[in-house]
């Protein structure tokens, strides 16, 4: 049961949104972003552990939902797409959605202190405990801008989400603020790691992992990082052997898990 401060503060979240985040007058995003969404071959490599949804905070609605979210977040599409964002908060932990709050707002600041060229690869990424109809569960939400307004926010998100409860070893929100311009190192601009601590890893190992959950490879990393293909291989063996880690995708899921990156 949601309660009334909770309430109180899923409105203000909305609120601060639509107000900032606006939408364009004109705006034909909508059919072309789900026709690419639904491409079978994209559908078979994300959609298999993950769910991805379209977010419009011009609305505080969705874009689009894959079907995929019954299974992670235990709700069918139709919940969220009649309910929209208010859904989505009313299920997560009230501790995170007070600690994620005033980040949003922090998140704006640094939006509008890149240029208009950097903007599109910015990054918010962040954990956060979620009430699935079986218990609560840990989420990881990746952000990625699509579409930016008149004053340069980004109205649209592509948010892909993911259900890292099997492999976290600490609840509650992990947070994570960067800009990865091709060819340059990511620049973190914002993060909190309640694990940090704990992190087995050093500073160039967690560029390392967060280029691999950015999908590069070896000989990719060498090059974003200025350093050599077998440097970053050596890099890779010992992060393996910190971790304890399978391969490269479980390696990826205990980092974000446990606040690693």
Not at 3 to 18: C, E, G, R, T, V
Not at 19 to 29: E, F, G, H, K
């Amino acid at each position: 049961m949601v309660n009334a401060q909770q309430l109180k503060l899923i409105d203000q979240i909305q609120h601060f949104f639509k107000s900032n985040y606006t939408a364009p007058p004109r705006d034909q995003l909508a059919d072309d972003v789900k026709s690419l969404l639904e491409h079978p071959l994209l559908k078979q490599f994300i959609f298999a552990n993950n769910q991805i949804t379209v977010i419009d905070h011009s609305s505080g609605g969705y874009r689009y939902i894959s079907q995929s979210i019954l299974d992670v977040m235990g709700y069918p599409a139709s919940e969220f797409l009649n309910r929209g964002l208010s859904f989505a908060l009313e299920k997560t932990h009230p501790e995170d959605l007070t600690i994620l709050s005033p980040v949003f707002e922090k998140v704006t600041v640094f939006i509008q202190g890149l240029s208009l060229e950097e903007r599109p690869y910015f990054r918010f990424n962040y954990s956060l405990r979620y009430k699935h109809p079986e218990g609560y569960r840990l989420l990881y939400q990746q952000n990625i801008p699509l579409a930016f307004n008149e004053i340069g926010l980004p109205y649209l998100i592509i948010a892909l989400v993911s259900d890292i409860t099997p492999y976290a070893k600490n609840d509650g929100v992990h947070y994570n603020v960067s800009v990865n311009l091709p060819g340059k190192p990511v620049r973190q601009l914002l993060s909190s790691r309640s694990s940090v601590h704990n992190n087995p890893l050093s500073e160039r190992e967690i560029e390392i992992v967060q280029q691999i959950a950015n999908g590069l490879d070896s000989n990719d990393i060498a090059e974003k990082l200025f350093i050599s293909e077998g440097t970053v291989r050596k890099h890779r063996q010992n992060i393996l052997e910190k971790t304890e880690a399978k391969n490269s995708v479980h390696l990826v899921r205990l980092a974000v898990a446990n606040g690693w990156v």
